[in-house]
């Protein structure tokens, strides 16, 4: 079969033969349909990602580890955990009996594979609590997760949604799907402060936290107030780390501005997953939530792999 193959790590996958997958006792082969490429991905074939040697430990190897396929029956599903060297990015792949799920009708396999970044935007109910008619600050609106997450806070009922990025034609682009206000982060940190805090209006009640690093740090000293007022409390929704693993945070960020600090994960388990999934899925099927894709074939995966001109959009291969 063909596959995207990885021989290095931090190599590029090459579209080459690779020995077809053989099931084994409860194993299923899956006839792979769409494979998104995400930051994870490239995280992992690069190396830099904490989960990186579980799947490169045996190389050579196929990356992605979930995607959209049908079962020997012709069951369209959603599947991950590949056994290694297998992943996702190839004509077949072979997966522990049952480590899928059908795909709900009337939602194209491309489609498909990006439903599970909605969800993120959904934390801010799940994590944080969300309640219509709230404040949502987005930071980092300018990818794929920020976009969505944009659209879901907009259609949950925010009353006012702020979104930051660093390119202002992008952000024109978010503000055009439903934020209210935007911030360029790639400005002078006094700028910066001035910004969050011309934006907030009554306040920020929850954000949601793509960035982390150099942004967070200014925006968590700009809520640390000037008077001895009462706080409204601000709940951040720790997600991703695109501009920094860490940063410095003044215990009186903490101590005096009302900001509670929660990771994406709270509140989920397997019921909740469910009700979120299911309320992102409707939202597909009825045309209130569009998902930008690109869609290229797995032939020209050495090219894809390494495109920075997407602009929001996911990356799709379809095999």
């Known amino acids: 079969m063909k596959a995207a193959v990885l021989h290095e790590i931090g190599g590029i996958p090459c579209y080459e033969d690779f020995p077809d997958p053989v099931a084994g006792d409860d194993e299923v082969i899956i006839d792979v349909k769409a494979v998104a490429v995400e930051t994870v991905d490239k995280r992992i074939a690069a190396g830099t990602h904490y989960a990186s040697r579980q799947y490169t430990a045996q190389l050579p190897a196929i990356p992605a580890f ?42 194209d396999p491309a489609i498909a594979t990006v439903l599970g970044t909605a969800i993120t935007g959904m934390s801010i109910r799940t994590a944080a609590g969300f309640v219509p008619g709230e404040t949502v600050l987005v930071q980092g609106a300018t990818g794929v997760a920020g976009r969505l997450a944009v659209k879901v806070a907009r259609l949950l009922g925010a009353g006012r949604i702020v979104a930051t990025g660093r390119d202002d034609d992008q952000l024109r682009e978010v503000q055009a799907l439903g934020a209210d206000a ?48 009462f706080p409204k409390p601000t709940r951040l929704v720790q997600v991703g780390e695109s501009a920094g693993g860490a940063l410095t945070l003044a215990a009186e960020s903490l101590r005096t501005s009302g900001v509670e600090i929660y990771g994406a994960a709270r509140g989920l388990g397997p019921e909740t997953m469910q009700e979120v999934y299911q ?32 602009r929001g959009s996911r990356l799709v291969v379809v095999p």
Not at 184 to 197: C, R, S
Not at 198 to 220: A, C, K, N
Not at 288 to 299: A, G, I, Q, Y
Request: hydrophobic residues 40%; negative net charge; aromatic residues 10%.
């Open 66 to 107: 979930d995607g959209i396929g049908a079962l020997p029956d012709g069951t369209l599903v959603g599947f991950g955990n590949p056994r290694r060297p297998y992943g996702a990015l190839a004509e077949r792949t072979v997966v522990p009996r049952g480590a899928y799920v059908p795909v709900p009708e009337g939602i």
């Open 182 to 229: 935007v911030i360029n982060t790639a400005v002078p940190d006094e700028a910066l402060t001035q910004a969050y805090m011309d934006s907030q209006g009554d306040g920020y009640d929850i954000v949601l936290d793509f960035l982390w690093g150099r942004p967070t740090e200014i925006l968590l000293r700009a809520l640390v107030p000037q008077t001895f007022a």
């Open 279 to 310: 309320q992102v899925v409707t939202w597909a099927q009825s045309g209130e939530l569009t998902f930008d894709v690109v869609k290229v074939p797995l032939s020209d995966i050495e090219t894809a792999w390494q495109r920075t001109d997407l």
